[in-house]
């Protein structure tokens, strides 16, 4: 998010930005050469331009810091508009402080760079909607091999990951097949990192459980690498 929030810095112009982002938290005055504390409006005219430039850049940095701080919570790292993901024909409502998480892996290609997961990401969705006849791909959030949290069906909306436990969940996928690819440590990291978010923003309860599918259906999912990863976790039960 710290990424997105800095590219729309560089291509909005400042007061739309501040207007945007924190419209409902902090609203700033401003006016079309930028941001501008009411104080300084009663400035005599024979201070320097420059010093008005000056508070203006630091109410801006300000903001910035601010926002990022509210935004940084409950965000994932790549949009599903940024993959290119393709919108869902219909979605479910998931409650909020569900109690449980289920990691997953796709079973699939691994991917280690954005352009790559990209196009797996293109693809795991389309198999899910043309071949499965799902609406949508079928995970909340999904980890490429380049330590990239990717937005799935996101929160609050049900996924389809792990039948009747589809309601009472979110589902974390890893792009790859995991009995023989590999969990990096900023993968592992982006997982805990999301695990913390949804938390922190109330997705599933601070005392949630952890299971890997193959704990809820019959299935070998997520492979014997995370499998023996995830055991290890603290919200991990047996
Ligand atoms: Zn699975």
Same mark, same amino acid.
């Given at each position: 998010m710290r990424y997105k929030a800095l590219k729309e810095i560089e291509e909005t112009p400042i007061f739309i930005f501040v207007d945007f982002i924190c419209l409902d938290k902090a609203p700033v005055p401003v006016d079309r050469f930028g941001i501008k504390a009411?104080?300084?409006?009663? %400035?005599? #005219? #024979? &201070?320097?331009?420059q010093s008005i430039v000056v508070v203006s850049k630091v109410a801006l940095l300000l903001a910035v810091l601010v926002c990022s701080q509210y935004t $940084?919570?409950?965000?994932?790292?790549?949009s599903k508009a940024e993959w290119g993901g393709r919108a869902p024909r219909w979605t479910v409502a998931l409650g909020n402080y569900l109690g449980y998480a289920i990691i997953h892996h796709t079973a699939g290609s691994y991917c280690e760079t954005r352009a790559a997961c990209r196009a797996v990401l293109r693809s795991v969705q389309n198999y899910h909607m043309d071949s499965l006849g799902w609406p949508d791909i079928g995970y909340n959030f999904l980890i490429g091999g380049d330590g990239s949290v990717y937005e799935g069906r996101g929160w609050n909306r049900m996924g389809a990951h792990a039948a009747e436990w589809n309601l009472y969940s979110i589902g974390i996928s890893f792009l790859g097949n995991y009995n023989w690819d590999t969990l990096e440590p900023n993968m592992i990291a982006a997982a805990k990192k999301l695990l913390n978010d949804a938390v922190n923003r109330g997705q599933i309860s601070s005392g949630y459980v952890l299971y890997g599918h193959r704990q809820v259906s $019959? %299935? &070998?999912? $997520?492979?014997t690498h995370i499998w023996n990863e995830i055991r290890g976790w603290s919200h991990w039960s047996g």
């Amino acid at each position: 998010m710290r990424y997105k929030a800095l590219k729309e810095i560089e291509e909005t112009p400042i007061f739309i930005f501040v207007d945007f982002i924190c419209l409902d938290k902090a609203p700033v005055p401003v006016d079309r050469f930028g941001i501008k504390a009411p104080q300084r409006r009663r %400035t005599s #005219s #024979s &201070e320097p331009l420059q010093s008005i430039v000056v508070v203006s850049k630091v109410a801006l940095l300000l903001a910035v810091l601010v926002c990022s701080q509210y935004t $940084a919570q409950g965000v994932y790292d790549v949009s599903k508009a940024e993959w290119g993901g393709r919108a869902p024909r219909w979605t479910v409502a998931l409650g909020n402080y569900l109690g449980y998480a289920i990691i997953h892996h796709t079973a699939g290609s691994y991917c280690e760079t954005r352009a790559a997961c990209r196009a797996v990401l293109r693809s795991v969705q389309n198999y899910h909607m043309d071949s499965l006849g799902w609406p949508d791909i079928g995970y909340n959030f999904l980890i490429g091999g380049d330590g990239s949290v990717y937005e799935g069906r996101g929160w609050n909306r049900m996924g389809a990951h792990a039948a009747e436990w589809n309601l009472y969940s979110i589902g974390i996928s890893f792009l790859g097949n995991y009995n023989w690819d590999t969990l990096e440590p900023n993968m592992i990291a982006a997982a805990k990192k999301l695990l913390n978010d949804a938390v922190n923003r109330g997705q599933i309860s601070s005392g949630y459980v952890l299971y890997g599918h193959r704990q809820v259906s $019959a %299935t &070998e999912c $997520a492979g014997t690498h995370i499998w023996n990863e995830i055991r290890g976790w603290s919200h991990w039960s047996g």
